[in-house]
C-alpha cells in the first residue's frame, strides 16, 4: 500500500521539534557543502545562514514551529538558487526535507490575534503555509456588506505574517481553483470557518485531490473577531458623535 506524505509525516506533526531538529541538521550539512558560483548571490547564501541560527534559537526557546517557519524559508532561498545555477550542494541522501505544503484561506478583515493564532497553528501543520485571501467581490457576496479593509491591503497584512511562506488573493469564481495551483496536502480550516467538510472532500476527490488532509483547529483563540471589533469601532464612533 502507498503511504502518503501527510501519513508519513503524521507522527512528526505531533512533536515539530523533532522535524526541526532534522531541518536543521540536514540544513547545516547543506550549507557546510555548498560552493558559489555566482558570487553575485553571496549575499542571499548569508540570509540563508542566518534564517539556519534563527531556527537554533527558537529551538532553544521551545518555539519549534517558528524555528520550522525560519528553517523552511532557508531551505527555499538555497533551492532557488541551486535551480537558477547560481550556487551547487545536495541535501543528505536519503533524509532531505520534506515539503509538506499547507493551504489557508479566509477574508482577514482587520487582522488580529486570533487570525495569527489560526496561522500560527496552520503553519504547525506542514512545512510551507500557503495563503488565499478572498476577493472584495467574494467578501461582498458572503457577508453583504463591503470589507473595511481593500483586498490588496489584507494581502499584504497576511503576507507580513511570519508564519505565511507565500500569500495571493483568491478566485472570484471558483474558490477552490487556488487550491488545484497549489496542490497542497493539508487544509487547514479556523473554527469558525464556513465550510461543509464533507462537500470539501468530496469536491476534492473529484478533481483528484482526494490524498489532501482536512484538518479544523479545535477551538478560536480567545474572544476577538473581526466583527466584534468593528461593532465596538463602531460604539466609539457614535458615543463620540453624540457627545
Request: glycine fraction near 8%; include cysteine; charge should be neutral.
Given at each position: 500500500?502507498?503511504?502518503?506524505?501527510?501519513?508519513?509525516?503524521?507522527?512528526?506533526?505531533?512533536?515539530?521539534?523533532?522535524r526541526l531538529e532534522r531541518y536543521v541538521r540536514n540544513l547545516e550539512r547543506a550549507l557546510s557543502s555548498i560552493e558559489i558560483l555566482d558570487h553575485s548571490v553571496a549575499k542571499v547564501v548569508e540570509l540563508a545562514r542566518?534564517?539556519?541560527?534563527?531556527?537554533?534559537?527558537?529551538?532553544?526557546?521551545?518555539?519549534?514551529?517558528?524555528?520550522?517557519?525560519?528553517?523552511?524559508?532557508?531551505?527555499?532561498?538555497?533551492?532557488?538558487?541551486?535551480?537558477?545555477?547560481?550556487?551547487?550542494?545536495?541535501?543528505?541522501?536519503?533524509?532531505?526535507?520534506?515539503?509538506?505544503?499547507?493551504?489557508?484561506?479566509?477574508?482577514?478583515?482587520?487582522?488580529?490575534?486570533?487570525?495569527?493564532?489560526?496561522?500560527?497553528?496552520?503553519?504547525?501543520?506542514?512545512?510551507?503555509?500557503?495563503?488565499?485571501?478572498?476577493r472584495d467581490a467574494t467578501y461582498r457576496r458572503v457577508k453583504g456588506v463591503e470589507p473595511v479593509m481593500d483586498e490588496m491591503c489584507r494581502l499584504e497584512l497576511v503576507k507580513a505574517v511570519r508564519y505565511v511562506y507565500?500569500?495571493?488573493?483568491?478566485?472570484?469564481?471558483?474558490?477552490?481553483?487556488?487550491?488545484?495551483?497549489?496542490?497542497?496536502?493539508?487544509?487547514?480550516?479556523?473554527?469558525?470557518?464556513?465550510?461543509?467538510?464533507?462537500?470539501?472532500?468530496?469536491?476534492?476527490?473529484?478533481?483528484?485531490?482526494?490524498?489532501?488532509?482536512?484538518?479544523?483547529?479545535?477551538?478560536?483563540?480567545?474572544?476577538?473577531?473581526?466583527?466584534?471589533?468593528?461593532?465596538?469601532?463602531?460604539?466609539?464612533?457614535?458615543?463620540?458623535?453624540?457627545?
Open positions: 500500500m502507498k503511504v502518503s506524505v501527510v501519513e508519513t509525516m503524521s507522527s512528526v506533526f505531533s512533536d515539530p521539534c523533532k542566518l534564517y539556519l541560527e534563527d531556527s537554533k534559537y527558537y529551538a532553544a526557546k521551545g518555539d519549534c514551529v517558528t524555528g520550522l517557519v525560519t528553517v523552511s524559508y532557508a531551505e527555499g532561498l538555497l533551492d532557488a538558487l541551486r535551480l537558477s545555477g547560481s550556487v551547487e550542494f545536495s541535501w543528505p541522501t536519503g533524509s532531505a526535507l520534506e515539503e509538506v505544503r499547507v493551504f489557508a484561506a479566509g477574508s482577514f478583515d482587520i487582522l488580529h490575534p486570533g487570525h495569527v493564532a489560526y496561522l500560527r497553528w496552520a503553519s504547525s501543520l506542514g512545512t510551507k503555509l500557503f495563503v488565499v485571501v478572498s507565500d500569500a495571493r488573493l483568491g478566485d472570484e469564481v471558483d474558490q477552490l481553483k487556488p487550491v488545484e495551483e497549489i496542490r497542497p496536502h493539508v487544509i487547514a480550516l479556523g473554527p469558525d470557518q464556513r465550510v461543509d467538510e464533507s462537500w470539501l472532500r468530496k469536491e476534492l476527490a473529484r478533481r483528484g485531490l482526494g490524498d489532501v488532509k482536512v484538518v479544523r483547529m479545535s477551538s478560536r483563540v480567545g474572544s476577538l473577531s473581526s466583527s466584534s471589533i468593528k461593532m465596538r469601532l463602531a460604539k466609539i464612533l457614535c458615543r463620540d458623535v453624540t457627545d
